[in-house]
């Protein structure tokens, strides 16, 4: 089992910067895949980001695409999401995932086994 524990998030301007990191807890963290999911009031959890377990591959929504870069360090235990040219439509509460069978290439919030509580993103226009 692994706890993950997201901070870094904010209030910030449409054109900004935030890096999120997700620190995880446990000794397999660097065999799981690690994902990024997002959701707005009143919406359902989308995925934003994953990557494998030995951060070679990722895959991203096209919505953030040119904009978030997910990594990891597996020697810190810790993923980490680059989020670049905010947008007002990215406010969100943004939770990172861990999941056990290294599906990264899967969007589906089902594929993945742990998550975090969550950081809250607000971008103002």
């Known amino acids: 089992q692994v706890q993950l524990v997201e901070s870094g998030g904010g209030l910030v301007q449409a054109g900004s910067s935030l890096r999120l990191s997700c620190a995880g807890s446990?000794?397999?963290?660097?065999?799981?895949?690690m994902g990024w999911f997002c959701q707005a009031p009143g919406k359902e959890r989308e995925f934003v980001a994953a990557i494998s377990w030995n951060g070679v591959n990722t895959y991203y929504a096209d919505s953030v695409k040119g904009r978030f870069t997910i990594s990891r360090d597996n020697a810190k235990n810790t993923v980490y999401l680059q989020m670049n040219s905010l947008k007002p439509e990215d406010t969100a509460v943004y939770y990172c995932?861990?999941?056990?069978?290294?599906?990264?290439?899967?969007?589906?919030?089902?594929?993945?086994?742990?998550w975090g509580q969550g950081t809250q993103v607000t971008v103002s226009s």
């Open positions: 446990g000794s397999t963290f660097s065999s799981y895949a």
């Open positions: 995932a861990a999941g056990r069978y290294g599906r990264w290439y899967d969007d589906s919030p089902s594929s993945y086994d742990y």
